[in-house]
């Protein structure tokens, strides 16, 4: 069973979601602070505990592109718990993440029209066949925040290589189908900061 960790006030309209593996509950508060520093909004963030990162957050099986994990299927599972937390019709549900927790996350507003709007936050985007499916199916999100480190594509690993491509033709995709829609370059690698990128995310969607 996942775990759930909440931050903020439980009666705000605004529900942010967040699928967190144990490096980013590390920073969780501070990115709950930097968006509430910045944000005069009341939000409630959830952060959504991921035991199984490559087996719960993806969408389809896919090889391993570092180490010999493989990529499972469990995407749809994950989606299915975390929609049961998203039942009050009342609230104003975003949802966001990081690495392939934000792949997940823009994935997600594909399957349901649960979440107004979505961060990807350094997703993901190298993932085999997500680039076509993003052709071939219509987003249900209003807004889009995407955001890659300016050097996350200089990597010898010639699949994650690609990352910068991806989400160049991600954003402009998004903007001929009219979604309002961001792309960000943050400055490093994907290992820096990556509760400042998400805390960014989440606050471009608030604010927009």
């Known amino acids: 069973?996942?775990?759930?960790?909440?931050?903020?006030?439980?009666?705000?309209?605004?529900?942010?979601?967040?699928?967190?593996?144990?490096?980013?509950?590390?920073?969780?508060?501070?990115?709950?602070?930097?968006?509430?520093?910045?944000?005069?909004?009341e939000f409630c963030l959830i952060a959504f505990k991921i035991e199984d990162w490559n087996e719960e957050l993806s969408p389809w099986n896919a090889p391993a592109v570092f180490g010999n994990e493989d990529f499972g299927n469990g995407a749809g599972e994950t989606l299915n718990r975390i929609l049961k937390i998203c039942n009050d019709s009342s609230k104003t549900y975003y949802i966001g993440g990081y690495s392939l927790a934000g792949l997940f996350a823009l994935w997600a507003v594909y399957q349901t029209d649960v979440f107004k709007a979505v961060a990807g936050v350094s997703p993901s985007m190298w993932f085999p066949g997500f680039a076509d499916y993003m052709k071939e199916n219509r987003m249900n999100a209003d807004k889009v925040y995407l955001s890659l480190g300016d050097r996350e594509e200089k990597t010898r690993n010639p699949i994650m290589a690609t990352v910068g491509d991806r989400i160049r033709e991600a954003h402009q995709l998004l903007k001929q189908c009219d979604i309002s829609c961001t792309l960000e370059w943050n400055e490093g690698n994907h290992f820096r900061e990556p509760d400042i990128r998400t805390a960014k995310g989440f606050l471009w969607l608030l604010n927009n």
Do not use: T
């Open 1 to 41: 069973m996942n775990r759930i960790y909440e931050f903020g006030k439980s009666e705000a309209d605004i529900v942010l979601i967040q699928p967190v593996d144990d490096h980013d509950l590390e920073g969780i508060r501070n990115e709950f602070d930097y968006i509430s520093d910045n944000c005069d909004k």
